[in-house]
C-alpha cells in the first residue's frame, strides 16, 4: 500500500498514528510527541504529590511526596539541584520539574530542575529560565509548561515563559500577562492556563491558551484578593482551586470554573490560616501542604466538585513551607 504525504501542515493539537513505532502522537505546534497512554497508578501507584524546596529552619532543598489518593504523611524524596524556595513546580504525567526561587534574597534564580514521578532521588538540571525570578506560579499539560509573572525585589514581572516537559533545555518566550504577577494561583486544564491574583492588592484573572503563543486576555476576578500562595494545577479539567494567601493569612479555599470566564467562587476552607501553601492534585482530590510561616507541618484535602471545608490528610516531615508542589495526575494530563 503506498503512503502519501499530506496534503496540508500539521496543527497544533493534531493526532496522527507513527507506522514506525506504532505509537499515536499528537503535534504542539512545533514537534510531534507520543501521545502516553499510562496512568498514574500505572506509574507510582496512584497520583504522586511532590513538595520541592522551600524553607525548613532555612531555605532547602528538600524534596518529599505523598499519594494523593490515600491519606498520610510525607516521605523523602530525594533533592533539588539548587536550594531555594518561592520556586514553581508543575508535572507531566511521567516528570517533575521545579523552577526559578530564591537562593538568598532578594535575588532570583533562573535554574529549572526535573526528575521522574516514578522513583525516588535527586534531581538533575533541565535548563535555564529567560529571565531570573523568583515567585513565579505555572501551570501544565502533558506537553508544555508555562510559568507566570515573578518578582526580583521590589519589582514584579508580567513574562510568561514555556518549557517543553519532555525535553530539556531552555524556557522560551511566550507572551506578557496583562498585568505584573507575583507569588499568585493559577489553574489550567489540556488547553487553558490561568494566573490567579498576584499582589497584595491584585485581584486579577488572565489566561492563555497552553498550545500556542502570545499575551495573556483578562479572564475575570478573585471574590477575594489571591497573593503570597504557591498555587499552580491545582484541580481536574472543570475546576482549578486556590487555597490561603494575604493581605494577613487566610483559610479561605476559592476556585475557578477553567473552561468558562468569570470570577473565583468561594470553596470552603482550609483547617489552619496561612499563606505559602504548595498545591497538588488528582482529578478528585486537591491537597494543600505547609505555609511560608514555617510553623506548620499541616496537610489538607477537599474534593474538588464538591464544595466543603478541607480535612486532615496527614503531616509533612517537619514543618515548612515557602515550597513548589507538583503532581503527575492532575486535570491537565
Known amino acids: 500500500m503506498s503512503e502519501y504525504p499530506s496534503l496540508e501542515t500539521a496543527t497544533s493539537g493534531s493526532i496522527r498514528f507513527n507506522t514506525d513505532s506504532s505509537k499515536l502522537e499528537i503535534y504542539n505546534g512545533e514537534a510531534w510527541f507520543e501521545i502516553d497512554a499510562t496512568s498514574p497508578h500505572q506509574q507510582t501507584g496512584g497520583t504522586r504529590g511532590l513538595i520541592m524546596g522551600g524553607i525548613t529552619s532555612g531555605r532547602t532543598n528538600l524534596v518529599t511526596f505523598i499519594t494523593i489518593n490515600t491519606t498520610g504523611n510525607a516521605a523523602d524524596f530525594g533533592d533539588l539541584v539548587q536550594t531555594a524556595s518561592q520556586g514553581a513546580g508543575l508535572g507531566s504525567r511521567t516528570r517533575a520539574i521545579a523552577g526559578g526561587g530564591t537562593p538568598s534574597s532578594p535575588g532570583g534564580t533562573n535554574n529549572i530542575d526535573f526528575h521522574e514521578f516514578a522513583s525516588t532521588g535527586n534531581f538533575n538540571d533541565f ?25 526580583v525585589a521590589p519589582n514584579a514581572y508580567n513574562e510568561i515563559e514555556y518549557i517543553t516537559i519532555a525535553a530539556t533545555g531552555n524556557s522560551v518566550d511566550f507572551g506578557d500577562l496583562t498585568a505584573t504577577r507575583q507569588d499568585g494561583g493559577a489553574a489550567g486544564n489540556a488547553t487553558r492556563g490561568i494566573a490567579v491574583g498576584g499582589g497584595p492588592s491584585q485581584g486579577t484573572m488572565d489566561f492563555v491558551t497552553l498550545s500556542t ?55 470552603g476552607d482550609r483547617t ?62
Open 272 to 333: 489552619v490560616t496561612k499563606s505559602q501553601i504548595s498545591h497538588m492534585s488528582s482529578t478528585t482530590r486537591a491537597v494543600f501542604a505547609g505555609a511560608g510561616e514555617g510553623d506548620t507541618d499541616v496537610i489538607d484535602y477537599v474534593q474538588i466538585m464538591s464544595t466543603g471545608n478541607a480535612v486532615d490528610f496527614g503531616n509533612l516531615t517537619e514543618d515548612y513551607g515557602y515550597a513548589a508542589g507538583a503532581s503527575n495526575g492532575h486535570g491537565g494530563l
Open 127 to 151: 535548563g535555564d529560565f529567560v529571565t531570573t525570578r523568583f515567585s513565579r506560579v505555572a501551570v501544565s499539560n502533558s506537553t508544555r509548561g508555562v510559568f507566570f509573572g515573578g518578582a
Open 213 to 267: 503563543t502570545g499575551n495573556a486576555a483578562d479572564f475575570g476576578d478573585c471574590t477575594v484578593n489571591i497573593w503570597n500562595i504557591r498555587g499552580g494545577n491545582c484541580g481536574n479539567a472543570v475546576r482549578g482551586l486556590m487555597a490561603g494567601g494575604e493581605p494577613g493569612s487566610s483559610n479561605a479555599i476559592q476556585f475557578v470554573t477553567i473552561s468558562t470566564l468569570g470570577n473565583t467562587v468561594d470553596f
